[in-house]
């Protein structure tokens, strides 16, 4: 019969001074670590034989450099190196996207005496024909990770999607990397004089002889293990030069479509290159496009923490330490990844943060939570200064994401769910589109702050551009609408507006209604979200609409679901002149009125209108007219040709909106 040595299910502490082995797992003997406990271990720790750690919990175990991490034979005079011994658990694998894991803090002790065997369960959603990984495993070969993978002969030499690549960042440009290789290694066309990074590398791996899904064993996960890198020597990353060569000059993409080939591969940029923070807010291939993104892996086998790296967090009382001032945005969980034989790779989905000046993130803020073994992208709004990236204070054991309240983040072990309720703070609005079984399709958001810019301007911080046309908004103008000057490049993931020069104004919002039957809506302010049916914010009690039909205004609420109806739809923050609610003055003037002689419907404009734009929806919501700059001094004939109703939106110059039904 197995020994169970100790189960946890709160808290356990195992400390001595100056000691090598604090807890020891003798041949046949568990270590179980239940999936609510912490235990934290004051020195190194130890198996023979069979013995074993399993760990559903957390474990931190922080030492000196004399300290080890040991899994033996049974003899006790040598290692084991076969695994089995220290077992990161996967709680639910049937669940696995949801699922709890275990984690394994280690702090200070040294490389050379972290020689014991970790094993970590995975499953992970397929990104597409290559896998977005971290190995966070030191000199983990290539040929072990086919093995844990089920992969008949390994990993391909070539550079195809049964190998292995990872991102170089100075140069932005993926290397394969051969089969026999290790993760301490480098690919022969990078030309880094050090090998750089190791533990925080992305990489890139082949789907085509496995489903990160689905284990082609028989197993109900895959087990990946190796030894874990050492922290004694501060994992951390200079953020400065991507896409610069060493000279500083940039990297030519290929002026307006990025068609330059790169000389390493001879692999187009546009090929594989992705900068969504930059192809809308300054036009595409322009600006910092392809620039100063660094794409890195987590180094650790605990969670990391990305919530708060826009600023110093350690001035809040919390545990960070990092400051990256030019943060702009991170990505991840790339999908639907693709490849072409004669260039490189592309997703097609993404998930985005974007960070506010104050280093507030808005958009997937939930997934500031980087999981062992996940991949993400780093992209700052400029080169100007270095920035410093310390994975060692970045480390969480909990699932979601440090809360920030009035701009600051709390202290780590404070539970809070305070917000700011005063102008100033940052307010969003995630639009979730769903289909008829109530699965998400695509999401598009709408973030507004006082330091936020309105349409098409340089100075944007928070766009993003959408990856898909199934649900995305338009670049607005600043009067409110679609700047149609922009309306084919300029699809929105994320749109920022400025809550006070576009309050009550609106950001056109497309959906394929052929896949998408509901909106989910959820709201948040400084990354806090607001209780289920809760809408309003305090200053001024404002609160985020959607216009599902002409005229037709609804309030929104957390988590609420309301039907799509049409595929033009209208999204608000207020309603200080949203449809003549303070316009009372135009809602009397306009007129509609028939004319008996050519049986027409004319628009009489008020006298103070200079000039108008006319659009006409039928009662589905679809656009079917749209005049612009009609001179008011005439009476505008409406081109109604077929019996119905509908709906007639006339904008002056100075953006005063008026709609009134008509009935052919």
């Known amino acids: 019969m197995k020994k169970n040595i100790l189960t946890l299910g709160l808290l356990a502490l195992c400390t001595t001074a100056g000691a090598q082995v604090v807890s020891h797992v003798g041949n046949d003997g568990i270590f179980y670590v239940g999936e609510n406990a912490l235990v934290y271990n004051g020195g190194g720790m130890q198996t023979k034989g069979t013995g074993k750690y399993e760990i559903r919990g957390n474990m931190m175990v922080v030492g000196t450099g004399t300290d080890v991490i040991q899994t033996q034979n049974a003899d006790g005079t040598s290692s084991k190196t076969t695994g089995g011994n220290i077992v990161l658990k996967l709680n639910d694998p049937d669940n696995y996207t949801s699922s709890t894991y275990g984690q394994l803090y280690i702090q200070g002790l040294a490389q050379t005496n972290l020689t014991g065997i970790v094993d970590k369960e995975y499953l992970a959603t397929k990104n597409g024909v290559m896998q977005q990984m971290a190995l966070p495993f030191y000199d983990k070969t290539f040929a072990s990770l086919a093995t844990d993978l089920g992969i008949t002969g390994g990993f391909s030499n070539q550079r195809t999607t049964s190998a292995v690549g990872y991102w170089e960042n100075a140069r932005v440009v993926m290397h394969n990397i051969p089969g026999t290789s290790t993760t301490l290694q480098k690919a022969d066309k990078d030309n880094q004089t050090v090998t750089h990074n190791n533990a925080a590398r992305y990489y890139a791996v082949g ?291 400025n809550e006070q020069d576009f309050l009550g104004k609106r950001i056109k919002m497309v959906a394929n209604t052929a896949k998408i039957a509901a909106y989910k809506f959820q709201i948040a302010e400084n990354a806090v979200e607001l209780q289920d049916g809760e809408g309003s914010f305090a200053d001024g009690g404002q609160n985020f609409y959607i216009e599902q039909t002409p005229g037709q205004l609804v309030a929104v609420a957390h988590n609420q679901v309301l039907p799509a109806l049409a595929n033009v739809s209208g999204l608000y923050y207020g309603r200080e002149s949203v449809l003549g609610t303070d316009n009372t003055a135009a809602q009397d003037e306009l007129k509609i009125a028939y004319e008996e002689v050519s049986k027409t419907h004319q628009v009489i404009f008020p006298a103070s209108w200079k000039k108008a734009t006319v659009n006409i929806y039928d009662l589905s919501g679809k656009l079917i007219v749209n005049r612009k700059e009609l001179k008011t001094a005439n009476n505008f004939t409406l081109p109604l040709t077929i019996r119905g109703v509908y709906m007639v939106e006339a904008i002056s110059e100075a953006g005063v909106k008026v709609v009134k039904k008509v009935i052919k």
Do not use: C
Request: glycine content about 12%.
């Open 207 to 497: 789907t085509a002889n496995w489903n990160p899904e689905q284990p082609i064993i028989d197993a109900d996960y895959y087990t990946i293990s190796g030894r874990p890198f050492s922290d004694a020597t501060p994992i951390s990353y200079t953020l400065s030069g991507a896409g610069y060569d060493s000279s500083g000059t940039a990297i030519n993409y290929g002026g307006g479509n990025g068609a330059v080939i790169n000389t390493i591969y001879n692999e187009r940029y546009n090929s594989y290159l992705q900068d969504a923070f930059d192809g809308n807010s300054q036009g595409s291939w322009k600006g910092t496009f392809g620039r100063n993104i660094y794409q890195f892996g987590n180094p650790f086998l605990t969670n990391i923490d990305l919530s708060t790296i826009g600023y110093n967090e350690r001035t809040a009382g919390g545990d960070d330490g990092n400051n990256i001032s030019s943060i702009q945005a991170v990505r991840y969980e790339s999908g639907g990844v693709t490849k072409d034989e004669n260039n490189g790779t592309k997703a097609t989905s993404y998930k985005f943060i974007s960070y506010s000046d104050g280093g507030i993130p808005t958009g997937d803020f939930g997934g500031a939570i980087i999981k062992p073994m996940q991949a993400f992208v780093i992209k700052l709004r400029n080169n100007t200064s270095a920035q410093t990236l310390n994975f060692n204070t970045l480390r969480r054991f909990a699932y979601s994401p440090r809360d920030i309240t009035n701009g600051q983040a709390t202290n780590p072990n404070t539970v809070t769910t305070n917000r700011s309720a005063s102008t100033g703070s940052i307010k969003q609005l995630r639009v979730i589109g769903l289909d008829s079984s109530g699965n998400e399709v695509m999401r598009t958001y709408f973030v507004v702050g006082s330091s936020f810019v309105t349409g098409h301007n340089a100075d944007a911080k928070m766009q993003v551009s959408a990856y898909s046309g199934d649900l995305s908004t338009r670049e607005e103008l600043p009067a409110g609408g679609e700047d149609t000057q922009y309306s084919n490049s300029y699809w929105l993931y994320i749109n920022e507006a």
